[in-house]
T-cell receptor
Framework: DTAVSQTPKYLVTQMGNDKSIKCEQN?????MYWYKQDSKKFLKIMFS???????INETVPNRFSPKSPDKAHLNLHINSLELGDSAVYFC????????????FGPGTRLTVL | QKEVEQDPGPLSVPEGAIVSLNCTYS??????FMWYRQYSRKGPELLMY????GNKEDGRFTAQVDKSSKYISLFIRDSQPSDSATYLC??????????FGQGTRLTINP
């Protein structure tokens, strides 16, 4: 059984489009995250939710909007996609914010043409 | 200056060699230190987790933290081709965001 799953795995789209990435975890964790990994493998946090509430919101363009319908799901919607949004997006979860082990999903490779 | 600095490599060593991977950091408030391993086209997975200065050993892997020098290391003994991956250091101060190094790409040659 996959602990943290993401869909889709690959996403290729045109500049200006709107797209969503979905994440689900079956670990019973309270905290979920979105990370962006650029082409140089630098992994940077974007958002974190704890019990469906936003607790970390890094300096991310407001074209990116996370939504947590319940503790097991954290989706990421991106409006007006730009070339610079091309990256791999990882969802992760942990039992509590910060110090606990974070479990990562397989990633969504987004390419904006 | 980045909060966490890690040499991106690539690093290539023969099978059986001892590998040393390192990170330096600038925030003296960091308390928890981790090493994640990321295989190509996969998500990172936790390899080692340490709190405070000292060594922690798990099989062929040893994590070392020197808080006075703001320096952490991961040693891999008897390296295997299956250890070929990108290794990312990460750290935080309790319930704060996890800050990652850039990752070191490691290749173990048979």
């Amino acid at each position: 059984d996959t602990a943290v799953s993401q869909t889709p795995k690959y996403l290729v789209t045109q500049m200006g489009n709107d797209k969503s990435i979905k994440c689900e975890q079956n670990l019973g964790h309270d905290t979920m995250y979105w990370y962006k990994q650029d082409s140089k493998k630098f992994l940077k946090i974007m958002f974190s939710y704890n019990n469906k509430e936003l607790i970390i919101n890094e300096t991310v363009p407001n074209r990116f909007s996370p939504k947590s319908p319940d503790k097991a799901h954290l989706n990421l919607h991106i409006n007006s996609l730009e070339l610079g949004d091309s990256a791999v997006y990882f969802c992760a979860s942990s039992s509590s914010p910060g110090g606990d082990t974070q479990y990562f999903g397989p990633g969504t490779r987004l390419t904006v043409l | 200056q980045k909060e966490v600095e890690q040499d991106p490599g690539p690093l290539s060593v023969p099978e059986g060699a001892i590998v040393s991977l390192n990170c330096t950091y600038s925030n003296s408030a960091f308390q928890y230190f981790m090493w994640y391993r990321q295989y190509s086209r996969k998500g990172p997975e936790l390899l080692m987790y340490t709190y405070s200065s000292g060594n922690k050993e798990d099989g062929r892997f040893t994590a070392q933290v020197d808080k006075s020098s703001k320096y952490i290391s991961l040693f891999i003994r008897d390296s295997q081709p299956s250890d070929s991956a990108t290794y990312l250091c990460a750290m935080n101060q309790g319930a704060q965001k996890l800050v990652f190094g850039q990752g070191t790409r490691l290749t173990i040659n048979p």
